[in-house]
């Protein structure tokens, strides 16, 4: 089915590790974008990217990068975990019709 | 800079009554589209209305329906004879258009939790 998919669903880090989140779409979607969701908030943008090779800072950028070498995966990078990073991540995707979010990534820093 | 308020953290309601979610939006931007999207225990985000800033019909669908009224900017959200599986968290979000007529970075509220009791 087409859509967006995230992996991992689950994932616990140490203090100080770094992984990768990654965002893969098969709608040919332009613009993509990563969120966060901490409990009792909406979501924030992260960073976001307007097609292949263009990414740009959302409202809470500090502590992650990413990349976007193709239209198909946006992949957000954690270098140094900290317990501030917390949360639950979801990647998505828009158009001319909407939006289209991936399931979210549970993380948890220990 | 964009904003969605959704004043009410939190509704309790008994099963059958009517419910209403308020969201109230902030925007400079002339084309923007207003969204609500249900969030149920299980985490994923399902996708409920779009609405384009020129077009303020209300709409039904099913037990659901929404009022938007640009001028008091909002878009509301009505849940009748509500049900159990309608506890959830509900987000009203707004984004601006691209000029390519692209969806855009959107902006959430902070979400409203309904339980409906039995």
């Known amino acids: 089915n087409a859509g967006v998919t995230q992996t991992p669903k689950f994932r616990i880090l140490k203090i100080g590790q770094s992984m990768t989140l990654q965002c893969t779409q098969d709608?040919?979607?332009?613009?993509m974008y990563w969120y966060r969701q901490d409990p009792g908030m909406g979501l924030k943008l992260i960073y976001y990217?307007?097609?292949?090779?263009?990414?740009d800072k959302g409202e809470v950028p500090n502590g992650y990068n990413v990349s976007r070498s193709t239209t198909e995966d946006f992949p957000l990078r954690l270098e140094l975990a900290a317990p501030s990073q917390t949360s639950v991540y979801f990647c998505?995707?828009?158009?001319?019709?909407?939006?289209?979010f991936g399931s979210g990534t549970r993380l948890t820093v220990v | 800079a964009q904003k969605v308020t959704q004043a009410q953290t939190e509704i309790s309601v008994v099963e059958k009554e009517d419910v209403t979610l308020d969201c109230v939006y902030e925007?400079?931007?002339?084309?923007?589209?207003l969204f609500w999207y249900k969030q149920p225990p299980s985490g994923e985000l399902v996708f409920l209305i779009r609405?384009?800033?020129?077009?303020?019909q209300n709409e039904i669908s099913g037990r659901y329906s929404w009022n938007f009224q640009k001028s008091t900017s909002s878009f509301n959200f009505t849940i009748t004879a509500s049900q159990v599986v309608d506890s959830a968290v509900y987000f009203c979000?707004?984004?601006?258009?691209?000029?390519?007529?692209?969806?855009?970075?959107?902006?959430f509220g902070k979400g409203t939790l309904l339980t409906v009791n039995p």
């Open positions: 998505a995707s828009s158009s001319h019709y909407g939006y289209t």
């Open positions: 709608m040919n979607h332009n613009y």
């Open positions: 990217s307007v097609g292949a090779g263009i990414t």
């Open positions: 925007t400079r931007d002339t084309t923007y589209y």
């Open positions: 609405r384009n800033s020129f077009d303020e």
């Open positions: 979000a707004l984004s601006e258009e691209k000029r390519s007529g692209s969806n855009y970075k959107l902006t």
